[in-house]
């Protein structure tokens, strides 16, 4: 499976530069940094959601784990889930499960995304396929999918968030 069309229309509408990665075969997704020589925390993943009636993706660094404390809080008391894989087949039919791009407009989607991602880097994502990445300059990915930037991830520690959240609650 190849990037699909439904980003790179997207990606062409908005006149977007993007510089395309092949995945090596047989890489485990947490290798794809090192092998790749991407920053640490900028190849991202992305989680589909139910919030309410809204689809939401949830982006964090593909080595961080959604805390489901935090994505309670996130929405309060209105019902939110994961996507069942059924779903994720359903709605993303020209995505691989794992490779759903963190690109709201395509999908009518809002995305969120964890403050963990550094902003003054490149950004790489899956496009639909697990064998090619998408990197771009934050900025105009920024600009491109306006996400909400929220705090999500599990364990804030490894990306410094956590002494910031600390130093703002006093």
Same mark, same amino acid.
């Given at each position: 499976?190849?990037? $699909?069309?439904?980003l790179?229309?997207?990606? =062409? !509408? +908005? ?15 947490? /290798?794809?940094?090192?092998r *790749?020589?991407?920053p640490?925390? #900028? *190849? ?5 959601? +139910?919030?309410? $009636? &809204?689809?939401a ?5 593909? &080595? ?8 309670g ?9 994961? !996507? ?6 359903? !709605?993303?039919?020209?995505c &691989?499960? =794992?490779?759903?791009?963190?690109v709201g407009?395509?999908y009518?989607?809002?995305? !969120?995304? /964890?403050?963990?991602?550094?902003? +003054? #880097?490149?950004?790489?994502? +899956?496009?639909?396929? #697990?064998r ?5 300059p934050?900025?105009?990915? /920024? ?11 599990? /364990?804030c520690?490894?990306?410094?968030? =956590?002494?910031?959240? #600390?130093?703002?609650?006093r």
């Amino acid at each position: 499976m190849e990037i $699909t069309p439904r980003l790179v229309t997207v990606l =062409a !509408y +908005h006149r977007i530069l993007y510089e395309v990665r092949r995945v090596p075969d047989k890489t485990p997704p947490l /290798d794809f940094p090192g092998r *790749l020589g991407l920053p640490p925390r #900028s *190849l991202v993943k992305t989680v589909p959601f +139910h919030h309410g $009636t &809204e689809v939401a993706l949830l982006v964090l660094p593909i &080595e961080c784990e959604l805390d489901p404390k935090r994505v309670g809080a996130l929405w309060g008391a209105q019902r939110s889930r994961p !996507y069942s894989a059924e779903e994720v087949a359903h !709605y993303f039919p020209d995505c &691989e499960p =794992a490779a759903i791009p963190p690109v709201g407009e395509p999908y009518g989607a809002t995305v !969120y995304l /964890d403050r963990c991602v550094p902003i +003054h #880097s490149k950004i790489s994502f +899956h496009g639909g396929s #697990s064998r090619q990445l998408i990197r771009l300059p934050y900025p105009v990915f /920024d600009l491109l999918v306006q996400p909400l930037h929220v705090g999500i991830c599990r /364990d804030c520690q490894g990306c410094g968030m =956590a002494k910031v959240i #600390s130093a703002l609650r006093r």
